[in-house]
């Protein structure tokens, strides 16, 4: 075993995490991306985690997304002079979580990016925003698709993983009620991973098409 890795017991042959093995689901690469992108379209808003530079903790908040590449890369607008455009100058490794009220969720990691190009933020501009970062009345940082604060964060997608409901919620919860009289972990859910090779392979697909 690898110093870098943790264990606290041994199950021999035995899968230590049996909710894993029972729920890992393996379509193809067009399923997986489509359904991770429904996903979360259908959840609108997602956790943005970054680290602080300073302390090194974690920090996150709550983002709106604002658009989509290449299918699996997301856009967020961002308020240029806050403190996370600050920690992804120092680190641009980030997390972005998503989760609905069924318990449905979606973590999807990369790398982020500050876009300042006012071609880029134009097209992706919401008049909303201007209640986000106000109209300070100098003319300029009036909240406005040309106000210089305005950007847009990008994440490069490199892994992700979401678990979506096999079943209804009462069939989930007979199952789990099951699971806690026999100790058979149930299948709850359709538990799936993307690597970045996938996603690699997904966004030159996605090229060749456009």
Known sequence: MSSK??????TGGKSA????????????????VTDLITFIESSKFGMMTTRQDS????????MALAAKENGVDLLFHTNTESGKTDE??????????FLNSSGEWASVSGKAEVITDRGLVKKYYSPALKAWVGDLGDGKHDGGP????????????????YALA??????????????VLTGDAPSVNKLRQLSNEELQTWRQSSQMVS
């Open 55 to 62: 302390t090194g903790l974690l920090v996150s908040r709550c």
């Open 5 to 10: 890795e943790f264990s606290n017991t041994s």
């Open 146 to 161: 040309d106000d210089p604060r305005i950007g847009i964060i990008r994440v490069a997608t490199e892994t992700a993983t």
């Open 166 to 179: 096999r079943h209804s919620a009462v069939t989930r919860g007979v199952e789990l009620a099951k699971g």
């Open 88 to 97: 992804l100058a120092s680190d641009p490794n980030i997390n972005i979580a």
């Open 17 to 32: 995490d049996p909710y894993k093995a029972k729920n890992l689901d393996e379509p193809n690469i067009k399923e997986k």
